[in-house]
């Protein structure tokens, strides 16, 4: 039984990390940026939707006119199907972020198929539409994972700049510094309207207006993901 479990384990210790470290890094099937030229951005959200920030984030992204992708989290969308319809509504794209938002290296074959199975049916019964895209919870792909993803012709996206807005203890202020040194042309912003420690969108809410003006201010542009990507079959 040791040694078997021995087996099991150096299994898993080669397998998962090799798979997420292709597709990561060196395949060229998964989202990271967009087009470089004009200067074009995408907003990204995560962890939704959540009944005390998401509509805040709504609310400023209508101010100023801009449309940005919202990664939601099955259990959550179960919970709250309103404001995925809200989300739609208001234009914005929608993307899956698994039914558990569980790591990809503590899952086997069944739990990593059903976590992202059950997300592409709750999305599509309620939006109508067929789902485009995919982003794993904290990036992190495994095997079984990019099989499903593939086999259902989603579009997995990680991100380019991320500002640690899931803490508690980065600042508002801290957000835009963080985006500012890491944001060019093309760049996908990973942000949260849900998750991480408890309180900390509020940070964002306080960030971002004040990031988009910025960026704005220097000659940005604000798209969708499909116009970001230029609409690339990645399938």
Request: some cysteine; hydrophobic content about 40%.
């Amino acid at each position: 039984m040791t040694f078997l479990i021995m087996i099991l384990f150096s299994v898993w210790a080669i397998i998962y990390p090799a798979t997420d470290f292709y597709c990561r890094r060196i395949s060229r099937c998964i989202i990271k940026k967009g087009n470089p030229s004009p200067k074009l951005l995408h907003l990204s959200f995560d962890d939704g939707p959540d009944p005390r920030y998401t509509p805040a984030v709504l609310k400023i992204l209508d101010q100023f006119g801009i449309s940005a992708s919202f990664f939601l989290v099955g259990r959550k969308v179960e919970s709250h199907p309103d404001l995925v319809r809200q989300i739609c509504r208001a234009g914005h794209e929608i993307g899956s972020h698994t039914y558990h938002h569980h790591h990809a290296y503590l899952m086997g074959y069944q739990k990593s198929k059903a976590t992202v199975m059950q997300n592409i049916t709750l999305l599509q019964s309620l939006t109508g539409k067929p789902l485009i895209w995919f982003r794993p919870p904290w990036g992190a792909l495994n095997l079984f994972q990019w099989l499903v993803v593939k086999q259902n012709h989603l579009k997995p996206v990680l991100w380019t700049a991320n500002a640690n807005d899931w803490l508690l203890t980065t600042t508002p202020e801290q957000i835009q510094t963080l985006l500012l040194g890491k944001v060019q042309s093309g760049a996908i912003i990973l942000l949260h309207d849900s998750g991480g420690e408890e309180g900390a969108p509020l940070n964002t809410l306080k960030a971002l207006p004040q990031i988009i003006q910025n960026f704005q201010s220097e000659g940005y542009q604000f798209v969708t993901l499909q116009e970001l990507t230029g609409g690339k079959n990645l399938k």
